[in-house]
């Protein structure tokens, strides 16, 4: 069974940039595609952005499109999520999640696609 461990959360002030991780030290990420999911106070969770498998097609949600980028480093078993120009509204929990098989533009949002979750990572936005 996966074990997914964010990290990187933290506060900063808007505009500023945090890159979170997304690891596993027993199962190859790259067999996996990976979302990132968020959660703010008061809200339902909401899908951020996906990586199918082995490096393939990317997904983002609206509201992150141009300033959030997802990556994979094959070497170090890690997903990354660069966030950059930053908002008090994205201020969330922010949760990594693997799904057993590649995802696309109508599936890669929907909570259910995805079999593993990490317990979340911190992220805050303020001045």
């Known amino acids: 069974q996966l074990q997914l461990v964010e990290s990187g959360g933290g506060l900063v002030q808007p505009g500023g940039s945090l890159r979170l991780s997304c690891a596993e030290s027993?199962?190859?990420?790259?067999?996996?595609?990976i979302g990132w999911f968020r959660r703010a106070p008061g809200k339902e969770r909401e899908a951020v952005s996906c990586?199918?498998?082995?490096?393939?097609?990317?997904h983002y949600a609206d509201s992150v499109k141009g300033r959030f980028t997802i990556s994979r480093d094959s070497a170090k078993n890690t997903v990354y999520l660069q966030m950059n120009s930053l908002k008090p509204e994205d201020t969330a929990v922010y949760y990594c999640?693997?799904?057993?098989?590649?995802?696309?533009?109508?599936?890669?949002?929907?909570?259910?696609?995805?079999?593993?979750w990490g317990q979340g990572t911190q992220v805050t936005v303020s001045s």
């Open positions: 990586i199918n498998s082995s490096g393939g097609s990317t």
């Open positions: 999640a693997a799904a057993s098989n590649d995802l696309d533009g109508s599936s890669w949002d929907v909570r259910y696609e995805y079999n593993y």
């Open positions: 027993g199962f190859i990420l790259d067999y996996f595609a």
